[in-house]
């Protein structure tokens, strides 16, 4: 199993500097993908942006958005030249993560409707694939960058239209959240999904976890992560209590993954601190 590590775009008061420091030290110590978490109302840094930053200062290591609300960016177009920017700046490197957002907030801030964003979803990958495939839109051709095609498409979401909306559009699938044991239980219905569609090969499966390392790692996860959930309230709070705050839980983080047929396990971090990749290569060695 492959084992990523996040950008702090979403942690609050994260510096430009330490951001692009964090992506040199996640290639640095060899971890597989760099990964963003999308906000509108929120102190966090946009994932095409971060991730432009990071493909700037790094040239092996993944570029991921885990996920990119994409509905309530409305424009297909915009965002799927967005995405091919990314990946033709990075040499291919962007594996593009989508989903619908939980936060009614984030959609009306720009004051686009929630409803129908499922369906919204559906229309707009459709619209992006044909895009990445060269469909023609204008007098000068196709949407560009074109250099290195469509960025890798992973789909998230734990109900069956997800599922299904990954057998159709996507690579794979990624879970925003939970346990090893719910893990595998999802997976089944997205390989299920998968089979059903006559789809070949096997799904791309991956998943999330947050982790806080170091003497300050508790009070940097109940700031960071309680800040960012404090809208769930006790499932907030729930979300603080399973980061993995020493390198024993990181491990068995991964251990329980990998055994539930993950493909690639992404730890997020509570700290904008680029020592953070560090430690959490130490916990993964020990």
């Not at 390392?213 to 109940?222: H, T």
Request: glycine share 12%; charged share 25%.
């Amino acid at each position: 199993m492959d084992v990523g590590i996040g950008l702090p775009n979403a942690v609050a008061g994260t510096t430009g500097k330490q951001l692009v420091e964090f992506a040199r030290q996640a290639e640095k110590h060899g971890f597989s993908s760099l990964g963003t978490i999308d906000r509108t109302v929120y102190d966090n840094y946009d994932p095409f942006v971060a991730l432009a930053a990071a493909a700037a200062v790094t040239e092996r290591i993944r570029l991921t958005t885990s996920i990119l609300i994409v509905p309530n960016r409305v424009n297909p177009a915009v965002v799927a030249k967005q995405a091919a920017s990314v990946n033709a700046l990075s040499d291919g490197r962007l594996v593009l993560g989508v989903a619908i957002g939980a936060r009614d907030d984030d959609y009306e801030a720009g004051s686009v409707s929630t409803k129908g964003k499922g369906a919204r979803l559906d229309e707009m990958l459709e619209d992006m694939r044909s895009i990445w495939d060269g469909d023609e839109r204008g007098y000068a051709g196709a949407v560009g960058p074109v250099s290195h095609g469509a960025p890798q498409l992973i789909v998230g979401g734990s109900v069956e239209a997800a599922f299904k909306r990954v057998a159709r559009f996507g690579d794979g699938w990624i879970m925003g959240g939970g346990a090893p044991d719910q893990f595998a239980e999802a997976a089944d219905a997205v390989r299920a999904a998968w089979s059903e569609a006559g789809r070949d090969g096997d799904p791309r499966l991956m998943s999330l976890a947050y982790f806080s390392l170091g003497p300050d790692a508790e009070a940097n996860a109940k700031q960071s992560i309680g800040h960012y959930y404090d809208w769930l309230g006790e499932v907030g709070d729930m979300i603080v209590a399973s980061a993995a705050t020493d390198a024993e839980t990181v491990r068995q983080y991964v251990s329980g993954f990998e055994k539930s047929g993950c493909d690639e396990l992404i730890f997020c971090p509570a700290s904008g601190d680029p020592d953070q990749a560090g430690l959490l290569a130490e916990a993964l060695e020990g």
